[in-house]
C-alpha cells in the first residue's frame, strides 16, 4: 500500500459525458501528478500540482482539467469523452525533491463505450 | 528533454535463471533514474532509484541496476528470476525541467516459465 488513494476503481460511461477522478496523496506529500496509461500511449504525464497549484503541465488534452483543493486532494475532470479516453489513470504524490521518488495510486480504470 | 528506451516488450526466463532488463537513457544532464514494476491490475511500485553517488544501486526483492554514463544505460537484473517476478517493469527518468515528472519507457513484460 503506497498510502496514496484513487477513487473510483472502475468507471464506465458513455461518450461525451463528463466524469471526476480524485486521488488523495500520502500524508504530508504536497505534489501531486496525473498520469495516464493506455496501449497506444505507454505512461504519460498530464499534470502537476504543488500545494494547491498547477506547477506543470504534460500531454494533457484541453477537454481535461485538475485541480487540488486546501486539503491537498485532488481531482481529474475529463469532460467530451471520447473512445480513445479509455485507460487508466494513475495519480502519484512526492515531497518536492528531485531525488525523491513518487508513491503510485492504486488507478483509476475508465471505460468509455 | 529527457527520454527512456527499453529494448524488448517481452522478455522470458526461466525460474532461477539471470533476469537482464535494459534501458538506455537520453538527458543533457545528468539524470535521476528509476525502474518500477506493475502487477497486473495494480499501480507502480518503486524497485530502485538512481540520483547521485555509487552507481550500483540496490533495491527491493533482489533487483539492482547499474548506472553507466558512457553507456547512457540503467540495466535491470535479478540473478535468479522467480516466479513472482513476472510483471511489467518500467524504466524513468526525471524531467529536469521543474516539475519533476517521470518519462517512462514502454515497459517491459517478464515472463517467469517454471
Known amino acids: 500500500d503506497s498510502g496514496v488513494t484513487q477513487t473510483p476503481k472502475h468507471l464506465i460511461t458513455a461518450t461525451g459525458q463528463r466524469v471526476t477522478l480524485r486521488c488523495s496523496p500520502r500524508s504530508g506529500d504536497l505534489s501531486v501528478y496525473w498520469y495516464q496509461q493506455s496501449l497506444d500511449q505507454g505512461l504519460q504525464f498530464l499534470i502537476q500540482?504543488?500545494?494547491?497549484?498547477?506547477?506543470a503541465k504534460g500531454n494533457i488534452l484541453e477537454r481535461f482539467s485538475a485541480q487540488q483543493f486546501p486539503d491537498l486532494h485532488s481531482e481529474l475532470n475529463l469532460s467530451s469523452l471520447e473512445l480513445g479516453d479509455s485507460a487508466l489513470y494513475f495519480c502519484?504524490?512526492?515531497?518536492?525533491?528531485?531525488?525523491?521518488?513518487?508513491?503510485f495510486g492504486p488507478g483509476t480504470r475508465l471505460t468509455v463505450l | 528533454a529527457q527520454s527512456v528506451t527499453q529494448l524488448g516488450s517481452h522478455v522470458s526466463v526461466s525460474e532461477g535463471a539471470l533476469v537482464l532488463l535494459r534501458c538506455n537513457y537520453s538527458s543533457s544532464v545528468p539524470p535521476y533514474l528509476f525502474w518500477y514494476v506493475q502487477y497486473p491490475n495494480q499501480g507502480l511500485q518503486l524497485l530502485l532509484k538512481?540520483?547521485?553517488?555509487?552507481?550500483l544501486v540496490k533495491g527491493i526483492n533482489g533487483f539492482e541496476a547499474e548506472f553507466k554514463k558512457s553507456e547512457t544505460s540503467f540495466h535491470l537484473t535479478k540473478p535468479s528470476a522467480h516466479m513472482s517476478d513476472a510483471a511489467e517493469y518500467f524504466c524513468a527518468v526525471r524531467s529536469q525541467t521543474g516539475a519533476n515528472n517521470l518519462f517512462f519507457g514502454t515497459g517491459t513484460r517478464l515472463t517467469v516459465i517454471p
Open positions: 538512481y540520483t547521485t553517488g555509487a552507481t
Open positions: 502519484a504524490s512526492s515531497v518536492t525533491s528531485p531525488a525523491n521518488e513518487q508513491f
Open positions: 500540482y504543488y500545494n494547491g497549484e498547477e506547477r
